[in-house]
């Protein structure tokens, strides 16, 4: 099986089962994609190549003695390096941690290891996750397999252009703010942003503790669907975590009886493009049964503003523990306790960071918090009321995910402007709320594009449902970059 990178994970997993092929023959064909497509890629900050043979060893004993299989058997997966593995190097795309072993896995992981999965290798990301295109990475940026001047979106791109060169068939992502489903979209792969706490944060470095997520990447929403099977269950040592049992998601292929929110007000001005993208998904979940309504979601184009208070001033206080004293590479100048704290940080953190330090620390501050943060924290609640009050006559809400295809690297200066990448994904999270991002077609330059489809707190079998539907329509999931048909 010389090609298994273009099998889904569930048909590797299977063809692993049934004895078609052995886990060390998995691990090493990825091993060896990523060896020759890693570098022009980025996608990988490390690869747990010792790590990932002995697992796949010891799965093919278990195999051969008839022993129980993880129902992630045998399926390459890739950590964004922000969740930690026991054992391992969690750098968070920062100097600042390059010399950070993790103690623990994060639960997230640990459900996965459980279930037999190949866990081969943390994937690059934008530095503690802060930006929307992976040029922020302390190391290097990660490039667009479908066209490698072009950004795979941020913070999650390593996972997301790791899924799409087929280097691995999973990965996991943390959403912020958009950043498992816009990498997705940029990168023609799917992307799912959970409830808020129905996957355990513990073990993920925070950026914003209110807003943070970690979801999957796949190739198909069945491989999404799988993980979140995994993943997906509550846990003693997240105080957010959400006390339900894990679901199973049963995925069908109709839409009857659906009604699809329409908010055509917050959606004017779309680019052509992806207006006629986002028109046409519309139509095809029409032809699946669906009913489109129009909803009023006029409130979000707040959203942006009210996100970048709130997340900067928690990631101030988040990453106040980075001191290159409890955490982080001290620096070798500091010649006094004030000198390790200021030189430390100086030297660590990337410019992307110390902005949204400055930021969230200012409005945070006496005599301005009341002005922006707390107003911030009232215009949220406003959009969670005004996501229940659409859900009243809808299903679940439709949107494009990005404002374009991906656009290339160093193209946009202007940090307002990257900000506003991220006008379709960060609702979800000011409100909790689950999404996923699923193929919808290409831009004029072949360039991906992706719907998203948003629900109801804790209906996350109903989005993958309803994203399932669209995707075995349209067959456009799992359709990989040319970049991915290189051998090995």
């Known amino acids: 099986m010389n090609r298994m990178h273009y099998l889904s994970a569930i048909e590797l997993r299977d063809a692993f089962l049934k004895g078609e092929v052995t886990a060390q ?20 900050l490390s690869v747990l190549g010792p790590r990932v043979l002995l697992k796949a060893e010891a799965l093919d004993k278990k195999r051969t003695h008839g022993k129980p299989l993880g129902k992630l058997a045998g399926i390459p997966i890739a950590i964004k390096d922000n969740m930690h593995i026991a054992g391992e190097i969690t750098t968070c795309g920062s100097k600042f941690l390059k010399n950070y072993k993790a103690p623990f896995d994060a639960t997230a992981v640990r459900l996965l290891e459980e279930e037999d999965a190949l866990l081969i290798g943390k994937t690059n990301l934008d530095e503690f996750a802060m930006g929307s295109s992976n040029e ?8 667009n397999p479908w066209n490698l001047t072009r950004v795979p979106g941020g913070s999650s791109g390593g996972s997301a252009a790791a899924i799409s060169a087929r280097l691995a068939l999973l990965a996991t992502g943390s959403d912020t703010g958009g950043s498992i489903r816009q990498p997705a979209s940029f990168c023609g792969v799917v992307g799912f942003k959970p409830t808020y706490g129905r996957v355990s944060r513990y073990g993920l470095v925070a950026f914003g503790s209110s807003l943070d997520q970690i979801g999957p990447f796949a190739t198909t929403v069945a491989d999404a669907a799988l993980v979140m099977e995994t993943i997906g269950r509550s846990c003693p040592y997240d105080a957010t975590s959400l ?16 009604k699809i929110g329409i908010p055509n007000r917050f959606l004017e001005n779309l680019r052509p493009e992806v207006q006629a993208n986002y028109l046409s998904a519309i139509d095809i979940m029409r032809s699946l049964g669906a009913t489109a309504v129009e909803i009023d979601l006029d409130i979000l184009k707040y959203s942006i503003a009210v996100y970048y208070v709130l997340a900067t001033a928690e990631a101030s ?16 100048s500091a010649k006094n306790l004030e000198q390790i704290y200021d030189f430390s940080r100086k030297e660590g953190f990337g410019r992307e960071v110390k902005k949204r330090i400055m930021l969230g620390t200012f409005v945070l501050s006496a005599g301005f918090q009341d002005a922006y943060y707390k107003k911030a924290q009232k215009i949220r609640s406003l959009i969670l009321d005004a996501f229940e009050k659409a859900y009243e006559i809808c299903d679940a809400v439709i949107m494009p995910v990005a404002t374009s295809g991906a656009f290339a690297a160093g193209a946009i200066h202007d940090p307002v402007e990257m900000y506003l990448q991220d006008i379709f994904t960060v609702p979800a999270n000011l409100a909790g709320l689950p999404a996923i991002s699923v193929p919808s077609g290409f831009d004029s330059e072949h360039l991906p594009l992706g719907i998203q489809i948003i629900g109801p707190q804790m209906c996350d079998v109903s989005v993958m449902r309803y994203a399932y539907a669209y995707e075995q329509a349209t067959r456009l999931a799992g359709v990989p970059p040319a970049f991915a048909d290189e051998e090995p």
């Open 25 to 44: 023959n998995i691990a090493q064909h990825f091993l060896k994609r990523i060896e020759k497509h890693g570098s022009a890629l980025g996608a990988f």
């Open 136 to 143: 922020n990475s302390a190391y290097f940026p990660v490039n």
């Open 243 to 258: 006390d339900f049992p894990a679901e199973s998601y049963k995925l069908t292929q109709d839409l009857k009886d659906i």
């Open 317 to 332: 206080t988040n990453l106040a523990r980075f001191d290159g004293i409890r955490y982080g590479v001290r620096s070798p």
